[in-house]
């Protein structure tokens, strides 16, 4: 192996590492982010701006920062800002996710938001949306968060 194949080689070997290690960084401040996420400085008051709404209904998640990829997960709560879903992966904050009905996929049955917190559930994790845009009437239902 010439010297600069061998160079090459320690140098992916490195970056695959650091890549590793981010991995580990940004699930730890997750984490932390999520014990922080409790705290307020009003006494713990619910500072929502729109009252939530329980449902549990799955969805198809598709996310920048996994292109190609179909994420499945279940939104447990609901408001005319946002959401909050379930899922086995961590999506980075500030991602841009878009959701679909399984079952109705209709491209006009996407709804698009931004990653706004996230918190550990057990092995799996729970993530807060903002709704780039408020859900129609007809999204609503195809969610059945009518």
Aim: include cysteine; glycine fraction near 10%; aromatic fraction near 6%.
């Amino acid at each position: 192996m010439s010297p600069d194949s061998e160079a090459i080689r320690e140098l992916a070997l490195a970056v695959a590492a650091l890549r590793s290690e981010i991995a580990d960084v940004r699930d730890a401040v997750g984490r932390v982010e999520a014990l922080l996420g409790g705290v307020t400085s009003d006494g713990g008051r619910d500072r929502r701006r729109h009252p939530r709404s329980k449902v549990a209904t799955a969805v198809s998640i598709l996310s920048d920062r996994y292109p190609g990829h179909s994420l499945a997960g279940t939104v447990v709560d609901y408001s005319a800002g946002g959401l909050a879903v379930v899922l086995d992966v961590l999506i980075p904050l500030g991602s841009y996710v878009t959701f679909l009905p399984l079952g109705n996929a209709a491209p006009g049955n996407a709804i698009e938001a931004r990653v706004t917190n996230r918190a550990p559930l057990g092995s799996r994790w729970r993530v807060g949306c903002e709704f780039l845009r408020t859900p129609t009437a007809e999204e609503r239902a195809a969610y059945q968060f009518a």
